[in-house]
């Protein structure tokens, strides 16, 4: 068996997975060749490139059977919570306990891209009045509307305040089609006014005592329903081992982003790490399982670093990209273009970072929400970008615009500015809608300009004087 | 005397007033201009304006602007980045039905005042902001009963002026105009100066704006004071009246602004809706086709961009009234 490392094919993988087979590959019950997803509607995978290790075959296989695992969680009693938009907080709590299971039904922005527009979700969001101005998100109406790629959950959940306005429209409009939604209201962070009492967030921002205070009467709130769903009590003890939980998962992530950020050789594919980062915001339906996948990724990425094995080459220019792309091939591109990922901010920063354990859980809980890098000024997330930046080593800064997306028409300009202020490093914004085939030659000349760039400013910096 | 300028009818004129600063409720003018928000794409053309009106105001001293929309709230750290004016940013909440909610909003408004103090304002005492709310609800009242004794122009514009001076017009609230036609809503965000001639080319088709619920019209008019409360506890009784009764599509739940539409549509006799909403505007562009379903009446989809020639807003206008009657 050839075990080259290299990104493959789907083609590829259907081969290889016949030989790990053979070989003796012991695969979880949602286990697979990748092929199957393609004729489920996935017809995206038909055109990536994947690691070709059992770790992220164990991971992609994790990701795409996520509806299953909902629909086993109803059928085995369990209660359903869709939590939306305030990316990696309720989940925490909803999986304090054992008779719910949360996910965000947000994720639903990705299925134009993995099913290449072949769902309807976009175009019942278009009968709805939300066209194609609105952040992809919108296809998350679709979702609900089709009820095709998610049990229809017991209880919605929205963070509103210091969100993005698409996020906050779509669900009002959900709201309005008769889905009620406990509205729960995240604040602005913003700089302590003189004399008032500080508070450090994870990930090194600081908010007002007060505000903290706010969002923990909040998400009080949000225990008193989580509560009443599961017919239990929600108590501190129940949250504190929800909150190491989830740390196991954050520090695990935390450890494979700072192992494959700043190896010289790049272990593991832009794409596997992104899937890999998403696991943060609600651990895929699974939280044991969530860890099981990250700690079998974690031992590849570290055999791969020992033995200085890459599956991309040395002279790759290290790149820090911010926001999603909202079409996963893009991150195939950038690799195809000559660089690599040495540091991301996909929006959930505060959902990597580790929950504090020292404090009562809801206070911890309610400075962690209030780290989310979107409800804070964009100079704040750009400070932490850069403190990222210099952590990895990055050469160079991409910012996806997320089209339509409220916080993408001015936040760009702020990161960027600072970012070359501080570092001196290149920055590009691009634009990725949910399925770019059609102006890929564009954002490919983009990404190869950057990369050259920074490519260039490496050879000027290690020239000798 | 020092001048607070803002767009936003959260903030309570009544609290800079009774500071001693002068509040200024802007009513803007073109959304063109130079940096630092210029013509990228996404950036909604109000939230433009507001900021490249703000970045060269030489007039005021202060803003203030709130986090009813994520851009406005964003536009904050543009003026605060790049303009001489000292920048306020004032965080009104979302939700609305909880305690808490209306707690935050009464601690926003304080620290304002706090704001306004190291401005050189002067904290006022409860009898002082009572004082000026009487003068404020006494200048309201008169502006509301000018409703039917001008055109619906004249009545937008004369509530624009009040917002923005704290008072009604100089000029008379009576024009002896009798409202004619099909009577209409214009509902939807906030109207820069130029987009009043939506009035003239409503009148023009054979129409009238029956009831103006944009943001810069009666819409978001805080409600009367009550009296006794307004003697209690001024504070308390200001934030009912701004934040507890101005409806608005921001708030969610947003059933305030349906059940006032309802309220307000049934009294006056619309018969159709002109829906105004700036391109890139999530929060509105999300409602309508919600309110059309909701309203069962004939709907007009304004919407604005930067471009915007005024002959094909007088054409749509009157192809949609040409319907009507």
């Known amino acids: 068996m050839n075990d080259e490392l290299r990104r493959i094919t789907l083609e590829e993988w259907d081969a290889r997975y016949i030989e790990l087979h053979r ?70 709590m909803a999986y304090s306990l054992r008779q719910l299971v949360a996910f965000y039904p947000d994720g639903a922005w990705w299925i134009p891209c993995v099913m290449e527009l072949s769902a309807p979700v976009l175009s019942i969001a278009d009968s709805l009045g939300i066209d194609e101005s609105f952040c992809p998100v919108r296809a998350m109406l679709g979702a609900f509307l089709s009820g095709a790629h998610f049990p229809r959950p017991d209880l919605l959940i929205c963070s509103v305040g210091a969100t993005c306005d698409d ?76 909150i190491r939980r989830a740390n196991e998962v954050r520090g695990l992530l ?22 890999a980062e998403m696991l943060a915001i609600h651990f895929c339906s699974d939280q044991d399982e969530t860890i ?16 200085r094995k890459g599956v991309l080459s040395e002279e790759a220019a290290r790149i820090f990209w911010v926001n999603p792309v909202a079409d996963l091939h893009v991150m195939n591109l950038l690799e195809d273009c000559g660089g690599r990922i040495c540091g991301t901010e996909y929006l959930f920063s505060h959902a990597l970072d580790e929950i504090p354990e020292g404090l009562s859980p809801m206070e911890a809980l309610a400075r962690m929400a209030l780290a989310d890098p979107m409800v804070g000024p964009a100079a704040d997330r750009a400070a932490r970008i850069c403190s990222d930046i210099r952590a990895f080593g990055a050469e160079a800064v991409v910012i996806s615009r997320i089209p339509g997306a409220s916080h ?44 050259e760039t920074a490519k260039e400013l490496r050879k000027r910096c290690s020239a000798p004087a | 005397m020092k001048t607070i300028v803002y767009v936003c009818p959260f903030v309570p004129a009544e609290w800079i007033a009774a500071h001693g600063l002068r509040p200024r409720r802007l009513l803007l003018d073109s959304s063109k201009g130079s940096s630092p928000a210029g013509i990228t794409s996404g950036v909604c053309p109000f939230a433009r304006a507001f900021v490249n009106r703000v970045s060269g105001e030489s007039e005021a001293d202060a803003v203030v602007v709130t986090t009813v929309c994520d851009q406005m709230r964003r536009a904050a750290e543009l003026i605060a980045r790049d303009s001489a004016l000292r920048a306020f940013l004032m965080n009104v909440p979302t939700t609305w039905q909880t305690a808490a909610a209306q707690k935050l909003y009464i601690a926003e408004v304080r620290r304002l005042g706090g704001f306004m103090v190291r401005l050189g304002g002067k904290a006022p005492s409860a009898q002082e902001l009572a004082e000026v709310m009487r003068e404020y609800d006494a200048a309201r009242s008169a502006v509301r009963a000018a409703r039917g004794q001008l055109s619906s122009r004249q009545y937008s514009e004369a509530i624009a002026v009040f917002n923005r001076d704290g008072a009604p017009p100089a000029a008379s609230l009576r024009s002896g105009r009798e409202a004619r036609g ?37 819409r978001t008019m805080p409600s009367p004071f009550d009296r006794r409360l307004l003697r209690d506890n001024p504070l308390v009784e200001l934030t009912n009246a701004y934040f507890g009764s101005i409806p608005d599509a921001f708030r969610r739940p947003n059933s305030q602004l349906y059940i006032w539409l309802r309220k307000e549509i049934g009294k006056r006799g619309v018969r159709g809706i002109i829906f105004q909403r700036y391109l890139w ?34 054409s749509r206008i009157q192809s949609f009234l040409a319907m009507l009657k």
């Open chain 1, 23 to 92: 070989a003796g590959m012991a695969e979880p019950e949602y286990g697979g060749p990748l092929r199957r997803h393609v004729q489920d509607g996935d017809r995206r995978l038909l055109k990536l490139r994947f690691d070709n290790s059992p770790a992220a075959l164990r991971l992609w296989n994790f990701l795409l059977t996520e509806e299953d695992r909902l629909h086993q969680a109803r059928a085995g009693g369990k209660k359903i919570v869709g939590a939306m938009k305030d990316l990696g907080t309720v989940p925490v």
């Open chain 1, 167 to 242: 996020f906050s429209a779509i669900a009002q409009r959900l709201n309005g089609l008769g889905y009620p939604i406990l509205w729960w209201e995240i604040a602005q962070r913003r700089h302590p006014d003189p004399g008032e009492q500080a508070v450090e967030l994870p990930g090194g921002f600081v908010a007002p005592e007060a505000q903290v205070s706010f969002v923990r009467s909040e998400l009080e709130r949000v225990r008193s329903v989580l509560e009443e769903l599961s017919g239990t009590t929600l108590d501190d003890d129940a949250l504190s081992s929800g």
């Open chain 1, 254 to 275: 935390g450890e494979l982003r700072r192992v494959g950020f700043t190896a010289d050789l790049c272990p593991l594919p832009a794409l596997e790490m992104l899937i």
């Open chain 1, 292 to 307: 099981s996948v990250l700690r079998e990724l974690l031992r590849e990425v570290r055999a791969r670093v020992k033995t």
């Open chain 1, 408 to 451: 993408c028409a001015t936040e760009g300009t702020v990161i960027g500015d600072l970012v070359r202020s501080e570092l001196g490093i290149p920055v590009m914004e691009i634009e990725v809608p949910p399925v770019s085939d059609s102006v890929q030659p564009a954002i490919r000349t983009r990404l190869e300009a950057i990369i």
């Open chain 2, 182 to 218: 099909v009577p209409l809503a214009l509902l939807g965000g906030p109207l820069l100066a130029s987009q009043f001639v939506i009035f003239d080319f409503v009148e023009r088709a054979g129409g009238y704006i029956a009831l103006d619920a944009t943001e810069t019209g009666e």
């Open chain 2, 281 to 314: 505007c999530d929060t509105w562009h999300a409602e309508v086709q919600r309110i059309r379903e909701w309203a069962q009446m004939p709907l007009l989809d304004l919407d604005v961009g930067d471009e915007d020639a005024e002959d094909r807003t007088a």
